[in-house]
Every structure is written in C-alpha cells, then in structure tokens.
T-cell receptor
Framework: KAGVTQTPRYLIKTRGQQVTLSCSPISGHRSVSWYQQTPGQGLQFLFEYFSETQRNKGNFPGRFSGRQFSNSRSEMNVSTLELGDSALYLC????????????FGPGTRLTVT | GEDVEQSLFLSVREGDSSVINCTYTDSSSTYLYWYKQEPGAGLQLLTYIFSNMDMKQDQRLTVLLNKKDKHLSLRIADTQTGDSAIYFCAGAAGNKLTFGGGTRVLVKP
C-alpha cells in the first residue's frame, strides 16, 4: 500500500506570495491533518479534515487555510507569505477522525525569501 | 492545553540500551505515541500505548507509562547506528497531536 504523498517536496517563494501544498493520504484513509515544523516552535498542529469538513484547528492566523476533496486528498494554502512561514509542512493521514494511528508524509519544505 | 517535554539529547554506544523520557501535563490523552524522524524525512510512527496500560513491548521497543507521574519512556534495546534520529513523544486529543520538542539520539559505534 502506498504511503502518504506530498507535493511539491521543496518550494521557494517570495514574501507576499501565496502557496498551495498538496497531500494524498493512504488509500482508504479519510482523515488528513497538517502540521508545521520549525526549529523554534517545533511541531505544531494546523488543522484536520475529515469527510471534506474541517474538524479541528490549531492556533494559526487566517492566512493558513485548507480543504479536502471527495477523494480525501487535501490541500493547504498560505496567503501573504511571511519569512516566518518558512518551515517543513507535514501531512498525516489516518483511517478516521478521533484518536487513531496517524501516518506522516515526507513533508514539503517551504522557504520564504 | 497539553504541554509535553523531553530532554534534548542522548548519546549511546552501539549495542547498549537507550531510554528516552517524556513528561506531559494533560492526562486526557487516550493514546500516547512515539515517532522517529530521520534527517530530511517525515515522521515515522514507532509505537503507541493506550492510556490504561503500564507497559507495551514491540520487538526492541518498550514503552513505559506512569500515569501518576505523567511520565512516558521509550526504551530501545540493542541500539544500532540506524537508530540515530530525533524521537518525539506525543499526546492526542482527537486527531490533534501535541508533540514534545524531540530528543536527538546519537549512536556511537
């Protein structure tokens, strides 16, 4: 069974631009969560989507948004990029919402210049 | 909210046992997890323990949970050079994982 895939793997953007990251969960998994990893703040939860609905949201500004499609693939969008948005963005999938095993993708490394 | 703390660094000789410790504040997590991250990679789920268990063994991995002290540990037996990585403990509220800062484990030959 294929694992969680994230595209692109690396991205360089300029301050003020917007970016869209994509995540395809493990086949059969319907819950997708997003995390931001930075050296200063560590791993922080962004949001979770299940059945195309946002189920939970972390403490991030409204510039961070996401969505989920009917095939469970998810995208996250960051608008008006700031230097501090430079991070590794990780996506995790699980069979359903609730406390279940989550499997992470390799991440998208975003650099904002 | 949940606060999870880990020691920053652990150095161990190949073949020895490693013990990575974690303390947490919120005891409402039903599951507690251990993840491994190698350089340039995502997080690999190593093991997890249900909150009503004290211990779980999975091959070379042993997880101990002390609910009274809110202390979680991961023991890796016969540590190998391939075990060099950053290890994260995490508690869960729904699908929201709260991670510790990670413990960097260096295995010396």
């Amino acid at each position: 069974k294929a694992g969680v895939t994230q595209t692109p793997r690396y991205l360089i953007k300029t301050r003020g631009q917007q970016v869209t990251l994509s995540c395809s969960p493990i086949s059969g998994h319907r819950s997708v969560s997003w995390y931001q990893q930075t050296p200063g703040q560590g791993l922080q939860f962004l949001f979770e989507y299940f059945s195309e609905t946002q189920r939970n949201k972390g403490n991030f500004p409204g510039r961070f948004s996401g969505r989920q499609f009917s095939n469970s693939r998810s995208e996250m969008n960051v608008s008006t990029l700031e230097l501090g948005d430079s991070a590794l963005y990780l996506c995790a999938s699980s069979y359903t919402t609730g406390e279940h095993e989550q499997y992470f993708g390799p991440g998208t490394r975003l650099t904002v210049t | 909210g949940e606060d999870v703390e880990q020691s920053l660094f652990l150095s161990v000789r190949e073949g020895d046992s490693s013990v990575i410790n974690c303390t947490y504040t919120d005891s409402s997590s039903t599951y507690l997890y251990w993840y491994k991250q190698e350089p340039g990679a995502g997080l690999q789920l190593l093991t997890y323990i249900f909150s009503n268990m004290d211990m779980k063994q999975d091959q070379r991995l042993t997880v101990l949970l002390n609910k009274k002290d809110k202390h979680l540990s991961l023991r890796i037996a016969d540590t190998q050079t391939g075990d060099s990585a950053i290890y994260f403990c995490a508690g869960a509220a729904g699908n929201k994982l709260t991670f510790g800062g990670g413990t960097r484990v260096l295995v010396k030959p």
